[in-house]
């Protein structure tokens, strides 16, 4: 089944350190998109970052940047400088079949 | 602008009550969509909407109904609630629907979410 995965339940990064979420999927659709959330401890799902699957170059939003490995099946989320305020939960999404499916998410405290 | 506007926030049932969580976007947003948040497992989707009169199933579909008669609501209806539905309900919509076309115009807008417990 198609489907994408998180495989760390929580991580820590010392405060203006770089972190690298990982995100791994297994689809056999040519064209797919990558999505990137943050949901602080207030439960709102904030959208960080998209990478579509034909994109040449890899996504970046401000201190948020995509490490986007095709052939290895992997969307990694690189925040740079990490600040108390990303600590918080992180979530990985890829369509597929036409509608958005998420990962199990990766927790990331940052410590001061 | 509104966005997204889920209701109630909270509720508690008992189990065999039925209810609807209610979804409102005023955004014209073609695609809408429920999902359910439970610790370790993230959001895991239930039923979603390419339209009005459209609806489809999602991963976990058991145990609920959607109806999509009007581009801006979205109800999600618990017939019977059962324990294992305790859960946070997010509603989200987007302004094109990732089956017609893949793209940054994909990207969801979430409501603030509706915490059910059932009892």
């Known amino acids: 089944a198609q489907k994408i995965t998180q495989t760390q339940p929580g991580m820590f990064v010392q405060e203006k350190e770089a972190v690298t979420l990982d995100c791994t999927y297994d689809t056999s659709d040519q064209s797919y998109g990558l999505f990137w959330y943050k949901q602080p401890s207030s439960g709102e799902m904030i959208f960080l970052i998209y990478?579509?699957?034909?994109?040449?170059q890899n996504a970046t939003e401000g201190r948020y940047s995509l490490n986007f490995q095709k052939a290895r099946k992997s969307a990694n989320l690189v925040i740079s400088a990490s600040q108390l305020g990303d600590s918080a939960m992180y979530f990985c999404a890829m369509i597929q079949g036409g509608k958005l499916i998420f990962g199990q998410g990766t927790e990331l405290s940052v410590k001061p | 602008n509104a966005g997204v506007t889920q209701t109630p926030k909270f509720q508690v049932l008992k189990t065999g009550q039925s209810m609807t969580l209610q979804c409102a976007q005023d955004?014209?947003?073609?695609?809408m969509s429920w999902y359910r948040q439970d610790p370790g497992m993230g959001l895991r989707l239930i039923h979603y909407s390419v339209g009005a009169g459209i609806t489809d199933q999602g991963e976990v579909p058991n145990g609920y109904n959607v109806s999509r008669s009007t581009t801006e609501d979205f109800p999600l209806r618990l017939l019977s609630a059962a324990p294992s539905q305790t859960s946070v309900y997010f509603c989200?919509?987007?302004?094109?629907?990732?089956?017609?076309?893949?793209?940054?115009?994909?990207?969801?807008?979430f409501g603030a979410g509706s915490r059910l417990t059932v009892l």
């Open positions: 989200a919509s987007s302004s094109h629907s990732p089956g017609h076309s893949i793209s940054g115009a994909n990207v969801l807008t």
């Open positions: 990478q579509g699957s034909y994109d040449e």
């Open positions: 955004m014209n947003h073609e695609y």
